[in-house]
């Protein structure tokens, strides 16, 4: 029995380290989701997406898949020029998470809560909702 019961908690250890491992690399991922973002990377953000990625845009009903995400950055670059974008991690569970984030345009801001789906590295959804048109509540 005593030998039963410390496998069953090396295998429990082991489980939640992978799970802390994945929540880390997920944030990892993320971190660099928004440096390419902010830099309107094309290259980093095409890496970091699934191919089967599903990005939606909940204020204006839109959902976009990789292909269509990657084109809309030739317009994203001109509005994210002199912006800043600050995130901060709300919680991550089940693969999934949320993320709280401040996009400091030059002429305004937007305080956004955006969820991720984090698979293998790669971002398989995403969904972006305003939640404010100032950042205070940041």
Excluded at 9 to 21: E, G, H, K, M, R
Excluded at 41 to 53: F, G, I, K, M, N
């Amino acid at each position: 029995m005593h030998r039963a019961c410390r496998k069953l908690l090396l295998a429990t250890a082991l489980l939640l380290s992978a799970i802390v491992d994945a929540g880390a690399d997920d944030g990892a991922v993320i971190d660099r989701w928004y440096a390419a973002l902010l830099a309107a990377d094309r290259t980093e953000l095409s890496a970091l997406l699934a191919d089967d990625v599903r990005m939606k845009l909940d204020d204006i009903g839109v959902v976009q898949d990789k292909q269509e995400f990657i084109a809309s950055i030739d317009e994203w670059q001109g509005a994210v020029a002199g912006a800043a974008i600050r995130h901060r991690i709300e919680k991550s569970e089940n693969g999934e998470t949320t993320v709280l984030a401040c996009y400091d345009f030059p002429e305004n801001d937007t305080l956004m809560r955006e969820t991720f789906t984090v698979v293998g590295g790669h971002i398989t959804a995403s969904t972006q909702t305003a939640i404010a048109h100032d950042c205070s509540a940041y």
